[in-house]
């Protein structure tokens, strides 16, 4: 595990079920939630079922395996939400410059209506 894993992150807790959640689908290495606070009619969230902080943790630390499941539990819920043809967004944020509020790895997976445009840089 990265020596930098808070083992207390609130997905962690969920993973263990300390909190609950509504649950969407899952594989051996990969679990699927509701966003607790939702930015689009289709707000799930994905994460690897093992302790990795970010995006660059997981390519860099997970087995092959762990990925494959990982984003075939992503393309699963791609077919299962309907939004194959419709589209979608996924949002993965990273570290302090990417506002990264909870420090296990997910992704966003976003739709069921036109999400604007991509980013505003306001700065
Ligand atoms: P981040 O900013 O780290 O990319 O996104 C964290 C996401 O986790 C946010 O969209 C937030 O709404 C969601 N979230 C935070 N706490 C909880 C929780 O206890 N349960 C669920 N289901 N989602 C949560």
Redesign the pocket.
């Known amino acids: 595990m990265n020596k930098n894993y808070d083992q207390n992150n609130?997905f962690a807790k969920?993973l263990n079920s300390e909190?609950s959640?509504?649950k969407i689908d899952e594989n051996d290495n990969a679990f699927a939630?509701?966003?607790?606070?939702p930015?689009s009619h289709i707000?799930i969230?994905i994460i690897p079922k093992k302790p990795y902080i970010n995006i660059y943790d997981f390519n860099k630390n997970a087995s092959a395996k762990e990925i494959l499941d990982f984003w075939k539990l992503v393309n699963n819920l791609i077919e299962k939400q309907n939004i194959t043809e419709k589209g979608f967004r996924i949002?993965?944020?990273s570290g302090k410059d990417g506002?990264?509020?909870?420090m296990h790895f997910?992704i966003?997976l976003l739709g069921g209506k036109n999400l604007g445009r991509m980013i505003t840089l306001n700065s």
């Open positions: 609130i969920i909190i959640c509504t939630f509701l966003d607790i606070n930015q707000h969230l949002i993965t944020n506002n990264q509020d909870v997910h966003h």
